[in-house]
């Protein structure tokens, strides 16, 4: 994870592998790479090519947002996480709906939910998947012609 890109309530772990939302607004440098008002952090990593994948464990988490996302989003101020903005993500929310982040949101009706989550991007298809490796399924893809820098968000 990138300490730089995290917002305030957010608890990156030493080793930056982790993350946990906190009830204190900690006093963090300002910087225009730092999220001000969505909760997020986005991964060290930066994709522009390649096929890549990664999991991440949401075991017990009442509410979650993870995926990708442009390097160039905003990150100041008000922001809706969808495709037109550069984002392409998954959530849980706290009614406990599953939901792909598309302008209206789409609902998902998983058959278990997951533990942990596999995201698949492949730059040059266009493509980024979610799946629930609990159960081995598929959960949703976004298809997109990606023309920018990607960075892993949670």
Request: some cysteine; aromatic content about 12%; charged content about 20%.
């Amino acid at each position: 994870l990138d300490p730089d890109t995290s917002h305030p309530y957010l608890q990156i772990a030493e080793d930056n592998k982790s993350v946990k939302g906190g009830d204190i607004l900690q006093d963090l440098p300002k910087s225009t790479l730092r999220f001000d008002n969505l909760v997020c952090v986005l991964g060290q990593q930066f994709f522009s090519e390649g096929r890549h994948y990664w999991e991440v464990s949401v075991k017990n988490k009442i509410k979650w947002t993870l995926g990708i996302c442009k390097h160039s989003v905003c990150r100041q101020g008000e922001i809706t996480e969808s495709p037109d903005t550069g984002f392409w993500t998954l959530s849980l929310n706290k009614s406990n709906d599953y939901q792909a982040l598309v302008n209206p949101h789409i609902t998902l009706h998983l058959e278990k939910p997951p533990e942990i989550v596999g995201i698949f991007l492949d730059y040059e298809a266009g493509r980024v998947s979610f799946y629930n490796v609990t159960n081995l399924s598929h959960i949703y893809t976004y298809r997109k012609c990606f023309t920018e820098v990607l960075r892993p968000y949670f």
